[in-house]
């Protein structure tokens, strides 16, 4: 994985630097990213290979999630049923 800066401005830019990044046009690698301990999680929106999407049905939705964790080398599968006519009170 790969990733870089995109400015849509030159405040943006200027507000980088400020922030200590020198270099704005770096291509950032995995490892530049996340090192360390590091959590990922994922929500499938659209369904795909990966995941499946939201699905919808009568007064809720249903999700598929994943969540991975490097320090013990966890991956978890979790899938939700969401209730839309309920609404706690905190």
Known sequence: MQARLVFMSQEERDRSKEMGID??????TAEDMARGEVFFTATGVT????LPG?????????????VMRS????????????QFDYKPVY
């Open 23 to 28: 270099d704005l046009d770096k291509v950032y």
């Open 47 to 50: 369904s795909s290979d990966f």
């Open 54 to 66: 939201v699905g919808y049905r009568a007064n809720g939705a249903t999700t598929h999630s994943i």
């Open 71 to 82: 320090k013990s080398r966890t991956v978890r599968f979790i899938e939700t049923r969401h």
